[in-house]
C-alpha cells in the first residue's frame, strides 16, 4: 500500500449512513472498512477520501439548541453543532482504518496538503459549507473529477416522492435541472440528495456526482470497479 497514489476516489458519507435514528450502525461501518482494504488490496495505487457526515447525531443537537433556548438561534451557532457532530463521525470513521490512514481528520481546506496515506478522512470545515461541499472542495483540490455520494436513497427522483405519487427516479440529470428542483440556499441540517451549494460549486467545475444508497455498498463497489450499478449521475 505504499506505491503512489495514481488513482482517487473522493466518498461522502452521509450521516444517516454512520449514526441513523438507531444509534452508531457498526454493521454498516463494518463492511464499510471491509470494502475500501479489499480495494486497496487489489488495487494498492488507489487513494480514499471519506468525508464524514453528522446525521442524526448533528440533527438532534441542532433540535437541542432551539429547544432549549425556546427561539431561533443564529445559523453560525446550528452551523457549529452540525460541523462538530461531523467531526465525531470523522474522528470514529478515521479510527476504524488507523492504521492505513492520515492520522488527522482533515477539517481545515484552507491548506493543501501532501498525503501519503491511503485513506484521509475529512469532516465540517465553516459555517454555510455542508460536508458536500467538503466533498466538492476536496474534488478541486486534488483535481479528482468524480465525487460518490453514500446517502440514504438509491436515486434522485424528479420531484419529492414524499410528496408526489407519480416521482420517477432517474439515473442520469443535468446540473441546471437538479439545481432548479433543490434551489440555492444552505440552512444547517438540510436534508437534500446533494447540498444546493455543493452543487454550484460541481456545476461550476464540471464535476460528475454519483449518488447512491450508501447501504447497498455492492453499487458503491461496481462503480469503483467500473460496472453497473443503481445510483443517479449528477453532470453536465
Do not use: C
Amino acid at each position: 500500500m505504499s506505491e503512489p497514489h495514481t488513482e482517487r476516489f473522493i466518498i461522502s458519507v452521509g450521516g444517516s449512513l454512520i449514526v441513523p435514528k438507531s444509534g452508531i450502525d457498526t454493521a454498516f461501518l463494518m463492511e464499510l472498512r471491509r470494502l475500501i482494504y479489499d480495494q486497496l488490496e487489489r488495487h494498492p495505487h488507489r487513494q480514499f477520501f471519506l468525508v464524514a457526515g453528522g446525521g442524526e447525531t448533528a440533527r438532534e443537537y441542532i433540535a437541542a439548541g432551539k429547544r432549549v433556548v425556546g427561539h431561533e438561534l443564529p445559523e453560525d451557532d446550528l452551523d457549529w453543532l452540525g460541523i462538530h457532530s461531523t467531526r465525531l463521525n470523522g474522528h470514529l470513521v478515521r479510527t476504524i482504518f488507523r492504521d492505513i490512514a492520515y492520522p488527522r481528520i482533515i477539517k481545515d481546506l484552507d491548506v493543501i496538503r501532501k498525503i501519503s496515506e491511503p485513506v484521509v478522512v475529512a469532516a465540517g470545515w465553516k459555517p454555510g459549507r455542508s460536508t458536500d461541499y467538503i466533498a466538492v472542495q476536496l474534488a478541486e483540490d486534488y483535481h479528482v473529477s468524480t465525487v460518490i455520494n453514500l446517502s440514504n436513497i438509491s436515486q434522485v427522483y424528479n420531484k419529492d416522492p414524499k410528496h408526489h405519487a407519480d416521482a420517477q427516479p432517474l439515473s442520469q440529470m443535468d446540473w441546471t435541472t437538479y439545481r432548479q428542483m433543490v434551489g440555492d440556499t444552505w440552512s444547517p441540517g438540510l436534508n437534500t440528495p446533494f447540498d444546493p451549494i455543493a452543487a454550484k460549486k460541481a456545476n461550476k467545475l464540471d464535476l460528475k456526482v454519483i449518488v447512491m444508497d450508501g447501504k447497498e455498498l455492492h453499487n458503491l463497489e461496481a462503480s469503483l470497479e467500473g460496472r453497473r450499478f443503481t445510483g443517479t449521475v449528477l453532470e453536465g
